[in-house]
């Protein structure tokens, strides 16, 4: 009797440690369906890494050889595209940071984790971005009134297709990567390589203009190639702010009621809101069910229009689902902080008769 007691004991441990584990695998993916969501975030992420390690080392071999070339020739206008290619590679240093803190853990300080620093790098980029255009116009401007003598004009204009295809190549590499996972700062620094290769561009055009005889083609040029800077600043500008504004695409929202409405059980689909953090886009959404169900009924619901909307829009890196009654749903039953002020005057009136109030704000009378 002893030994069949010891036994159902250690059946009854098994069985309780299997269920831990089981629960608390379920409470790490969210709902119990993950779909891989965390994992395709580290990737991404990796992928990120990945391409800023080589488009580093591109901009860097780039600059060096358009250096040495300077020291040969000591153009001052290749010697302007030499700093704007290192700018280029050191912008890449701090998206390389980005993509490292993304796949750090959330913390009680950062609930969310670290995705906003991938937007703050884009930031910094088009600041970049910015300031080469800046200088190439000031460079230029300050040209017109004496144009430069440029030695060695080949020379210089072998370094500057350098520059440009060089510049070019990282540009259309990170703007590939940056799409693929996401990324509208891994984008905007291919964009600020684009911009680089621009003033490489000019360096090139303008030692033809002085091979023909034509000296001031050199700044005239280079103010053209600010112009074209100036307005990827605006382009990038707007990816960039928009995903610091929690923007994202206006049919991006109506895809995810779509599919949220779907799923059986949803009476009503009340509110959606979709946002980028980072390369991760994260939806919110208000379900309305049966009043009549059950607490455990209504998470069922919510657990399956979490399973649809992960497996139909492989965009959504994860999605929270809230559950109210048909008739309670939407943000404007949740809002107590209206519903406190209105009290606050009703009792200001009437101190003797304070208003009640359910879970949502609403009053009852009572006889």
Avoid: C
């Avoid at 369906?33 to 994992?39: D, F, L, R, T, Y």
């Avoid at 905007?188 to 034509?214: K, P």
């Avoid at 050199?218 to 800077?229: E, F, N, Q, T």
């Avoid at 998470?299 to 399973?307: L, R, S, T």
Wanted: charged share 20%.
């Amino acid at each position: 009797m002893h030994s069949h007691e010891e036994k159902n004991t250690e059946e009854n441990a098994e069985e309780n440690s299997e269920e831990h584990s089981e629960e608390n695998a379920s409470a790490n993916q969210g709902h119990g369906h993950s779909h891989g969501a965390v994992n395709g975030e580290i990737l991404a992420s990796e992928r990120g890494i990945w391409a800023t390690k080589i488009s580093l080392a591109a901009l860097l071999a780039t600059a060096i050889a358009q250096l040495v070339i300077v020291l040969f020739t000591g153009s001052v206008a290749l010697l302007a595209d030499t700093i704007h290619n290192f700018g280029d590679a050191a912008t890449a240093i701090p998206l390389w940071a980005a993509f490292t803190l993304s796949r750090k853990l959330p913390t009680k300080r950062f609930n969310y984790g670290y995705g906003r620093a991938e937007d703050i790098a884009g930031l910094l980029i088009v600041v970049s971005i910015l300031a080469s255009g800046i200088f190439a116009a000031y460079h230029s401007i300050t040209r017109l009134s004496d144009p430069p003598d440029i030695d060695y004009l080949w020379v210089v204009a072998f370094a500057a297709v350098i520059g440009f295809a060089g510049n070019e190549t990282v540009a259309l590499f990170r703007i590939k990567i940056g799409k693929e996972i996401g990324s509208a700062a891994l984008i905007a620094d291919g964009h600020h390589a684009r911009a680089d290769g621009l003033t490489s561009l000019a360096v090139l055009f303008g030692a033809i203009g002085v091979w023909l005889g034509y000296p001031l083609a050199d700044p005239i040029v280079g103010l053209v190639i600010s112009a074209a800077i100036l307005r990827i600043v605006i382009e990038t500008s707007k990816s960039v702010f928009s995903r610091l504004l929690d923007g994202v695409e206006p049919g991006i929202p109506d895809e995810v009621r779509t599919v949220a409405g779907a799923t059986k059980g949803v009476e009503e689909v009340a509110e959606v809101r979709v946002r980028w953090l980072g390369h991760k886009m994260l939806a919110e959404v208000n379900i309305a069910v049966d009043a009549g169900l059950s607490v455990e009924a209504g998470h069922n619901i919510a657990e399956d229009v979490h399973h649809q909307l992960l497996h139909n829009l492989r965009y959504l890196s994860n999605a929270t689902v809230h559950v109210d009654p048909i008739g309670l749903a939407g943000e404007e039953h949740h809002r107590h902080g209206q519903g406190n002020n209105e009290h606050e005057e009703h009792d200001g009136d009437h101190n003797e008769e304070p208003a009640h109030a359910d879970g949502h704000g609403h009053e009852h009378s009572h006889d």
